[in-house]
């Protein structure tokens, strides 16, 4: 009963490390992943971060104040420019900018101001950052690609 028992844990965790192993996002040059669609679904989370940001302006100028609808709206703000934080930092400032390569300090310029202004977007609902941040982005994919890929 013993040995079973032991036997059935030792399955579970190999099963649950098998898992989390296969759901990472490796940091080994594995070429799964496409620069291309990086750029594309941080430009998509600026759209939603947008679009959320209408949303939370538009929910608070209403009589009555849908306060559940607002915190909604403000968590799905807040989990997209989270999003954009990670893509710039755990996958191209941690696995695809090389030191001495092409333009490497103003790369890292660039995705510095758009994790700042990411974070402005979570603390405002100011068009202004999301705008800057589409701008950066633009700036980024140029300097990135050498050219746009929109």
């Known amino acids: 009963m013993k040995t079973i028992c032991i036997s059935m844990i030792l399955g579970i965790l190999i099963a649950l490390l098998t898992v989390a192993n296969v759901t990472a996002h490796c940091e080994i040059p594995c070429g799964i992943y496409d620069d291309n669609l990086r750029v ?10 947008e679009k ?10 209403a009589k009555p104040v849908n306060y559940n609808q607002i915190v909604r709206w403000v968590t799905n ?14 996958y191209f400032m941690t696995q695809r900018i090389k030191p001495n390569t092409s333009k490497y300090a103003e790369k890292l310029v660039v995705l510095h101001k758009m994790l700042l202004y990411a974070m402005k977007c979570k603390q405002t609902t100011d068009l202004e950052n999301v705008k800057t941040l589409r701008s950066l982005l633009k700036e980024f994919e140029l300097l990135y690609f050498d050219h746009s890929h929109s």
């Open 77 to 90: 703000k807040e989990d997209h420019a989270d999003k954009i934080q990670h893509v710039v930092t755990q």
């Open 52 to 61: 959320s940001i209408n949303k939370i302006v538009e929910l608070g100028n």
């Open 40 to 49: 594309k679904l941080m430009a998509e989370h600026i759209e939603t971060i």
